[in-house]
């Protein structure tokens, strides 16, 4: 059982240039969520989704799109990537959004830094 | 809104030591607390949650009781080992629709532990 697969782990990028972060889960969850950790921050919502065809922005959405087409893929757009997203990426993912009832599983994070 | 507030560190000790891990919060309601633990290079990893007042958390040795009336879900641990050495995270999450779908963490909190 792979859980959270989050690729690639580490990137860099030039500023204006784009890329997609992937995540998947093969635990049938409905529940999924990217979060950016920075340092002395803790761990920020960029966006949710609740089922396939299903996506809504969190804390700090800007500069950032998703789609979820799969319950198993909720893949990361960076369209055009400045140097305040340098961050480290962790997608999450929990049977339901009831997060006080469901385990929230955490992929292993993409560190992307942006030149 | 919602926020956890816990202790700075770095927090260096021995082997064997008790350890304690400072959590207060700010919500409405009646929030879920959660611990979560990231060891070096890995995502966060529940530890322990507590979901209603009173509740004591445990797993692995740590312990956390939630505190309704000091608003605090402190982490304790009798006797530290050098595999516990990582970064732990004081979380929270709503009890209503508009914030029971996303975590609230706080800064996280580094314990390395000497041998």
């Known amino acids: ?115 | 809104g919602n926020s956890v507030t816990q202790m700075e560190g770095p927090v260096t000790l021995s082997e064997e030591a008790f350890l304690t891990i400072n959590c207060t919060y700010t919500a409405t309601g009646y929030p879920s607390l959660f611990w979560y633990v990231q060891y070096p290079g890995e995502g966060l990893q529940l530890l322990l949650k507590a979901t209603k007042a009173d509740d004591k958390g445990s797993n692995k040795g740590f312990e956390a009781t939630y505190r309704k009336e000091t608003t605090s879900f402190h982490l304790e641990k009798g006797s530290v080992q050098v595999s516990d050495s990582a970064v732990y995270f004081c979380a929270l999450t709503g009890d209503s629709g508009g914030s029971n779908y996303k975590l609230t963490f706080g800064k996280g909190t580094l314990l390395t532990v000497n041998p």
């Open chain 1, 1 to 115: 059982n792979a859980g959270v697969t989050q690729t690639p782990k580490f990137q860099v990028l030039k500023t204006g240039q784009s890329m997609t972060l992937q995540c998947a889960q093969d635990m049938n969850h409905e529940y999924m969520s990217w979060y950016r950790q920075d340092p002395g921050m803790g761990l920020r919502l960029i966006h949710y989704s609740v089922g396939a065809g299903i996506t809504d922005q969190g804390e700090v959405p800007n500069g950032y799109n998703v789609s979820r087409s799969t319950t198993e893929d909720f893949p990361l757009r960076l369209l055009s990537a400045a140097p305040s997203q340098t961050s480290v990426y962790f997608c999450a993912s929990s049977y339901t959004l009831q997060l006080a009832k469901n385990i929230q599983y955490f992929g292993a994070g993409t560190r992307l830094s942006v030149l």
